[in-house]
């Protein structure tokens, strides 16, 4: 709790002062599990998956942006709740907190597919998804942008990749500044974690965000999770946001 406090601080801090009002804050956390990452790998139902050698092993429920037939989408997933709590889907949809992360990270990804497309819109908003872990069952809150890719983008993944990247769901807002921030104020390097992979044919794209994100340093597994911090954030509940998401997919 004392490192997560020190990096919670500079967040809040940074955001009070003006220079951002959504950090998304991780953190790495040793974990003990008695499967190789290629076992957990292969437990995973999860919606994507990448086992790498005995580097690293992920399993995303997050889709990052999929082109189909010159439409591009993308579904921001921010805000989870304990699905066993009364009432959680409603109260999720409904906490102050929760919703104004939920429309800073709309609004930003809004913004950044119009870079690449033309009549964007939000099609769902705050959608509400179920995640089956081991632990305990959880709630998300998604929603659904589209738009129509413009020509000069079309089969152009690299420049199309490039205009959005780092992905807004795991950034904040403004994206420079909140990168600087969250540099500052982690102080661990992310690697991979909460980069994008994907698949591309030429012409059709389905891409994630490389999140639920287990790593092997040496002999020692870390967990790499987090969540958005603003100004009504308070620090006993990231802290256990953040600790809801650490777990390894057995059903």
């Known amino acids: 709790m004392e490192s997560f406090q020190t990096g919670f601080d500079k967040v809040q801090k940074n955001i009070r002062l003006g220079n951002s009002y959504l950090v998304n804050y991780t953190r790495k ?13 292969h437990h ?37 709740i304990d699905a066993s709590l009364e009432n959680a889907a409603e109260l999720l949809k409904n906490d102050r907190k929760e919703k104004a992360e939920h429309y800073t990270v709309v609004d930003l990804l809004r913004n950044d597919l119009s870079m690449v497309a033309d009549d964007v819109k939000v099609e769902q908003f705050q959608r509400i998804d179920f995640i ?13 942008i589209s738009g129509k890719l413009k020509p000069e983008f079309d089969g152009k993944i690299g420049s199309i990749m490039q205009k959005l990247l780092p992905a807004g769901s795991i ?18 390097d992310r690697g991979y974690y909460t980069g994008v992979c994907g698949w591309f044919d030429g012409q059709n ?17 870390y967990f790499k999770s987090g969540g958005g911090i603003t100004h009504m954030s308070k620090l006993e509940d990231e802290y256990q946001e953040m600790k809801n998401k650490i777990y390894v997919p057995i059903h």
């Open 29 to 41: 956390t040793r974990i003990e599990t008695n499967l190789t990452l290629e076992e957990i790998f």
């Open 44 to 80: 995973s139902n999860a919606k994507y998956k990448v086992f790498y050698k005995d580097f690293f092993v992920f399993f995303s429920p997050e889709t990052f942006v999929k082109i189909i037939d010159g439409k591009i989408l993308t579904y921001p997933m921010k805000g989870t």
């Open 132 to 144: 089956k872990t081991h632990q305990k069952d959880l709630y998300a809150m998604s929603s659904e």
């Open 171 to 188: 950034l904040g807002a403004p994206k420079p500044k909140t990168l600087e921030i969250i540099l500052e104020a982690e102080g661990y």
């Open 205 to 221: 794209v389905d891409s994630c965000v490389m999140i639920r994100f287990i790593e092997k340093e040496g002999d020692q597994l």
